[in-house]
């Protein structure tokens, strides 16, 4: 099976802090996302990354960046953290080119005081 | 505006059939339809995908008109472990590229 792990499933931090939220996948996929989701608004895509130190940007990409330095691992950065990022953030990856068998690790829940 | 609609909540008594609709009105020509479930604590799982016509799996069906701006989604004789939520993932065309876009899911409760 795959796997896909979140660093944290809760975190709580201060406005103004960095915050790094880290992803780990064991299947050697190519392909990794990054999702906000909020109540009545679905999943949204932050970022995605389709090879090692490839990104693009999804619908809401403002605040947040990315680094993926090794296939494995995809990282969120929030470089200011807001109280409006507050929110669950997903991560997910495929071997399919197009996109739409993703596997989703648990979740975290990023609370910004 | 690209956009995925489907309703936010739906009842079901326990060996019913459930249908969930999802519209995509300006789904990709060449791109699949696909659903996942989502439990409490849990991020999304994949339950299936499709293009066209109908699909079927061990766990549900999909139903893609010739249009393929809906889908449906059918889940026979529901028990409590289904009461979850259903997300729909289409992608679609819109400002000039293609984009990934989830409706904003679909809450299922199962009641005995």
């Known amino acids: 099976d795959v796997k896909v792990t979140q660093s944290s499933r809760y975190l709580v931090k201060r406005t103004g802090e960095k915050v790094f939220l880290e992803c780990v996948q064991d299947?050697?996929?190519?392909?990794m996302f990054w999702y906000r989701q909020d109540p009545g608004l679905g999943l949204r895509l932050i970022y995605f990354?389709?090879?090692?130190?490839?990104?693009e940007k999804g619908d809401i990409p403002e605040g947040y960046s990315v680094s993926r330095e090794k296939k494995e691992r995809f990282s969120l950065i929030l470089e200011s953290a807001s109280t409006n990022q507050t929110s669950m953030y997903l991560c997910?990856?495929?071997?399919?080119?197009?996109?739409?068998?993703?596997?989703f690790g648990p979740g975290t829940r990023l609370t910004v005081l | 505006l690209a956009k995925t609609t489907q309703p936010i909540s739906m009842d079901s008594y326990e060996g019913q059939e459930v249908n969930i609709t999802c519209s995509h009105n300006?789904?990709?020509?060449?791109?699949?339809i696909t659903w996942y479930q989502q439990f409490p604590s849990q991020g999304p799982r994949f339950i299936i995908q499709?293009?066209?016509t109908k699909v079927t799996n061990e766990v549900a069906s999909l139903f893609i008109p010739a249009d393929r701006k809906s889908s449906t989604l059918s889940l026979p004789r529901v028990s409590l472990s289904d009461t979850a939520v259903y997300y729909c993932?289409?992608?679609?065309?819109?400002?000039?590229?293609?984009?990934?876009?989830f409706g904003a899911g679909t809450r299922l409760a199962v009641h005995p």
């Open positions: 997910a990856s495929t071997g399919e080119a197009n996109f739409n068998e993703q596997f």
């Open positions: 499709g293009y066209k």
């Open positions: 300006n789904i990709a020509t060449n791109d699949y």
């Open positions: 993932l289409s992608i679609m065309f819109s400002g000039g590229y293609n984009k990934l876009i």
């Open positions: 299947m050697d996929h190519e392909n």
């Open positions: 990354s389709y090879d090692v130190k490839m990104k």
